[in-house]
């Protein structure tokens, strides 16, 4: 019997559109062959298996539940606003915003030719590949200034993304940044493959960003945890931060985060 690698099946029996979305929903737990999970998309199957897709992902990518976790746990509402998505990637955050209702989405990114069509031909999203934001000014955003602005970045510190979104952004802005440990810890915190699994150090991570946060005049209003988790299994962190000329760095956020960090690793390991 020949075989054929999982994604590229799903695609030739029309059971999804492209490998792309194959490899996301195959990743995301959604395909079975009877009732056995099939989670590597690179697997080879016996071409003649029964398949089945237990669900189309509702985004472009699993990074939609990323913030709409966010939107939901931290009450905050996205609606009417124009949007910055700071690595936008595939789109999975802009895709979630758009259909909470966004009117615009500036979507920005480094790389070239990953966002998805879906949201490339939308008249909604302004598409800005091959940008680095540290250099962006005010007037690069044209069409009107982000009241609302998402951060899934890798690679870089939210140390150095969120000066500059300090400098373009609305008054009364609303934040929703990923913090990702692996790229904002010492390097001798960090384990094999680029993996933290020491709470310790999430813990350390986090109270260092918010005093940064805090330090640059801005608030951080909510911390929870990705309902997901990054590369290699990293456990991520979701936060709500607020622009404004005049803010209340005095919350207790700082007290809540050993009980964050503990009820990531309970849910995600």
Same mark, same amino acid.
């Given at each position: 019997m020949s075989k054929e690698r999982l994604d590229v099946l799903l695609v030739k029996r029309n059971l999804i559109d492209t490998r792309e979305k194959a490899k996301r929903l195959i990743m995301a737990g959604q395909v079975f062959s009877e009732n056995e999970r099939l989670d590597k998309p690179g697997v080879k199957v016996d071409e003649s298996i029964p398949l089945t897709v237990k669900g189309q992902l509702p985004y472009v990518s699993r990074g939609g539940f990323k913030l709409e976790k966010a939107l939901q746990t931290f009450d905050v509402s996205v609606e009417n606003k124009i949007m910055v998505d700071i690595g936008s990637s595939t789109g999975g955050f802009t +895709?979630?915003?758009?259909?909470?209702?966004?009117?615009?989405?500036?979507?920005?990114?480094?790389?070239?030719?990953?966002?998805?069509?879906?949201?490339? @031909?939308?008249?909604? %999203?302004?598409?800005?590949?091959?940008?680095?934001?540290?250099?962006?000014?005010? @007037?690069?955003?044209?069409?009107?200034l982000p009241s609302f602005a998402t951060i899934d970045v890798s690679f870089i510190s939210l140390k150095i993304i969120l000066p500059v979104l300090k400098t373009i952004a609305q008054n009364g802005t609303d934040v929703i940044a990923l913090i990702k440990p692996q790229f904002e810890a010492e390097r001798e915190q960090v384990g094999?493959?680029? %993996?933290?699994?020491?709470?310790?150090?999430?813990?350390?991570?986090?109270?260092?960003?918010?005093?940064?946060?805090?330090?640059?005049?801005?608030?951080?209003?909510?911390? @929870?945890?990705?309902?997901?988790?990054?590369?290699?299994?990293?456990?991520?962190?979701?936060?709500?931060?607020?622009?404004?000329?005049?803010?209340?760095? @005095?919350?207790?956020?700082?007290?809540?985060?050993? +009980?964050?960090?503990k009820e990531a690793h309970d849910t995600l390991k």
């Amino acid at each position: 019997m020949s075989k054929e690698r999982l994604d590229v099946l799903l695609v030739k029996r029309n059971l999804i559109d492209t490998r792309e979305k194959a490899k996301r929903l195959i990743m995301a737990g959604q395909v079975f062959s009877e009732n056995e999970r099939l989670d590597k998309p690179g697997v080879k199957v016996d071409e003649s298996i029964p398949l089945t897709v237990k669900g189309q992902l509702p985004y472009v990518s699993r990074g939609g539940f990323k913030l709409e976790k966010a939107l939901q746990t931290f009450d905050v509402s996205v609606e009417n606003k124009i949007m910055v998505d700071i690595g936008s990637s595939t789109g999975g955050f802009t +895709d979630c915003a758009l259909q909470n209702g966004a009117n615009l989405v500036y979507a920005i990114d480094v790389g070239y030719n990953q966002l998805d069509w879906k949201l490339r @031909s939308d008249d909604r %999203v302004i598409v800005r590949e091959r940008t680095n934001f540290r250099h962006v000014e005010q @007037s690069f955003f044209d069409k009107g200034l982000p009241s609302f602005a998402t951060i899934d970045v890798s690679f870089i510190s939210l140390k150095i993304i969120l000066p500059v979104l300090k400098t373009i952004a609305q008054n009364g802005t609303d934040v929703i940044a990923l913090i990702k440990p692996q790229f904002e810890a010492e390097r001798e915190q960090v384990g094999k493959k680029g %993996v933290i699994k020491d709470k310790k150090v999430h813990v350390e991570v986090l109270e260092k960003i918010i005093s940064f946060v805090e330090n640059e005049g801005m608030m951080c209003k909510n911390l @929870s945890f990705s309902p997901i988790t990054g590369g290699e299994g990293n456990i991520e962190f979701l936060a709500h931060l607020y622009i404004d000329e005049i803010v209340d760095i @005095s919350t207790p956020i700082m007290d809540k985060i050993p +009980d964050i960090v503990k009820e990531a690793h309970d849910t995600l390991k």
